[in-house]
Nanobody
Framework: VQLQASGGGLVQAGGSLRLSCAAS????????MGWFRQAPGKEREFVAA????????YYADSVKGRFTISRDDAKNMVYLQMHSLKPEDTAVYYC?????????????????WGQGTQVTVSS
């Protein structure tokens, strides 16, 4: 599976962005898809994940109610809709893919990673 993230940019606090992740591979729909982020000087952290076929979604407490993850298996796409953005959301955002059964919130369990897209939220 190859992943390509896009959609990052500069936005004011309170604004919105939608990140997209394009995936290649015939077995895309069977993978857990996740979004992680890494701010300067900090460790990579879990943001959101969606199970294979979109049956379940998971969020970090810090983004719950503001971010929505979704997937379109027909298009091999995963999205992260972000609303009410805060300066602390500033980070490089990565999409990742993991096989079923992988711990959802642990980055070490994900096998494939996109290149990252920068999100900057100004105050």
């Amino acid at each position: 599976v190859q992943l390509q993230a896009s959609g990052g940019g500069l936005v004011q606090a309170g604004g919105s962005l939608r990140l997209s992740c394009a995936a290649s591979g015939r077995t895309f729909s069977s993978y857990i898809m996740g979004w992680f982020r890494q701010a300067p000087g900090k460790e990579r952290e879990f943001v959101a994940a969606i199970s294979w076929y979109g049956g379940s979604v998971y969020y970090a407490d810090s983004v719950k109610g503001r971010f929505t993850i979704s997937r379109d298996d027909a298009k091999n796409m995963v999205y992260l809709q972000m609303h009410s953005l805060k300066p602390e959301d500033t980070a490089v955002y990565y999409c990742a893919a993991a096989r079923p059964g992988t711990p959802i919130r642990a980055s070490r369990g994900y096998d494939y990673w996109g290149q990252g897209t920068q999100v900057t939220v100004s105050s």
